[in-house]
């Protein structure tokens, strides 16, 4: 992962960085964002979903697994907007994931991420995903 020193990202360096890690389906490249003790969390679930990752490895793999499914591979983000916060290393994005579902082809996933970044890594990543929206992309309930 080119381009400056990780531990001066600001929170919208990692996440350009983690989106492209994303559409990459780069493990390595989303190794170097997540903080070792990082927290991604999944306020909005479903049954069998989890709720609360704990640590960079926990996080990874678990990304990892979903990318092997090839399930909804995603290929770009729209932006509808980011804010900042009083915290100078938290934003608030609104954004959709676009791209193909292998069950349903083309889709748009919107979800709010708030993103926290200490030292140029993910600290905290709280991920509303709309769970409506998922499901129809993956196929669930058709």
Known sequence: ??????????AREVL???RRASVE???EDMRC???VDAVHEFPFTAP??????EG?????GWIAAGWSTNALRYETYR?????GTDDQDTIVVEQEAVGTSAATGGFALPNLVVLTVHNGQIA???DYVNIPAAMAALGVGR
Request: no cysteine.
């Open 79 to 83: 932006t509808r907007a980011v804010h």
């Open 1 to 10: 992962m080119a381009g400056g020193s990780p531990m001066t990202w600001t």
């Open 25 to 27: 389906q780069s493990i």
């Open 124 to 126: 905290e990543l709280r």
């Open 48 to 53: 069998g979903l989890p709720s609360r990752l």
């Open 33 to 35: 964002l997540y903080a």
């Open 56 to 60: 960079r490895d926990e996080i990874v």
């Open 16 to 18: 350009d960085r983690w």
